[in-house]
């Protein structure tokens, strides 16, 4: 029997994820769905993407659509939905900055897999452990298409795993080392589009390639406790945005609903 997924906010300190479902009205995601189409309709024939330990330029995918938010209104509006933030902040506290967003999109029947990782030993410029990844379904989502699995508890102690080459063709080319007991409690985190879960940025995750006849697209959106998470704004290579709560960081810039966003970066 399939292990069914954590919904309660109170337990993920423990297990380090939490789903939350309908979040986001259908008028939310039919417009999330117009903007993505216009941009999948624009991809370049190649990119520059962080792959294999290394920036590398391949044909463009529209799992490589990183960072969208400073340069598209849209979404960085999106970060700072309310309904959003509110989920953040049962998890993460009220005083929270955005830091980086990627949407990745898995194309029906070629969409990559993306190996087991954890999100934390990629952002040398974040040091803290109060950071989390919403993943946003703009697609329903199940084991169909690929869905994201979540190994519960593999936070705890905020190890910081060793990364090796999955030596494959999938998102990132690097894993790390699993054992069969991991593998075997992986749970699968299916939900309709305008959910979102919630994962530790230190907690096992990962997906299946879709090879459905469905997309699956997501907005992940990461966020970070400001008054125990500190962001190098020198070293990190988008803007950190204060969306909640105070931040004692001049560099932050703040987007709190209800003031103006900055212009798009171009």
């Given amino acids: 029997m399939p292990i069914l997924p954590n919904t309660n906010p ?5 297990e380090g994820f939490c789903l939350f479902r309908d979040v986001l009205s259908e ?10 189409d216009a941009m999948l309709a624009n991809l370049p024939e190649r990119q520059v993407v962080y792959k294999d330990g290394e920036n590398k330029e391949v044909d463009a995918r529209p799992e490589y659509l990183t960072e969208p938010h400073p340069k598209h209104p849209f979404w960085l509006e999106l970060c700072r ?4 933030l509110d989920a953040v902040e049962a998890i993460l ?4 900055i955005l830091i980086m967003s990627h949407l990745i999109v898995k194309r029906a029947e070629d969409g990559l897999p993306v190996a087991w990782h954890q999100d934390n030993t990629y952002w040398h410029s974040v040091q803290g452990t109060d ?3 919403v993943w946003l379904a703009i697609d329903d989502t199940d084991h169909a298409n690929g869905c994201m699995q979540v190994i519960p508890c593999t936070h ?3 190890p910081e795993m060793d990364k090796i080459s999955t030596g494959g063709d999938d998102l990132l ?10 593998k075997e409690a992986a749970v699968c985190l299916e939900m309709e589009a305008g959910s979102l879960s919630m994962h530790d940025s230190f907690v096992l995750h990962g997906s299946e390639a879709n090879t459905s006849g469905r997309r699956r697209a997501a907005y992940t959106m990461r966020y970070a406790n400001t008054k125990t998470v500190k ?7 988008v803007p950190v945005y204060l969306v909640r709560g105070e931040a004692d960081n001049a560099d932050y810039i703040d987007i709190r609903p209800g003031l103006s966003l900055p212009d798009p970066i171009t």
């Fill in 10 to 14: 109170a337990c993920y300190a423990d």
């Fill in 27 to 36: 008028a939310d995601i039919t417009a999330a769905r117009a903007e993505l």
């Fill in 81 to 84: 939905h309310p309904l959003v």
């Fill in 93 to 96: 506290g009220a005083d929270l």
């Fill in 131 to 133: 950071v989390g990844t």
């Fill in 156 to 158: 705890e102690g905020y």
């Fill in 173 to 182: 080319g690097l894993t790390v080392e699993m054992t069969p007991e991991m």
């Fill in 231 to 237: 962001v190098n704004t020198t070293e990190h290579w």
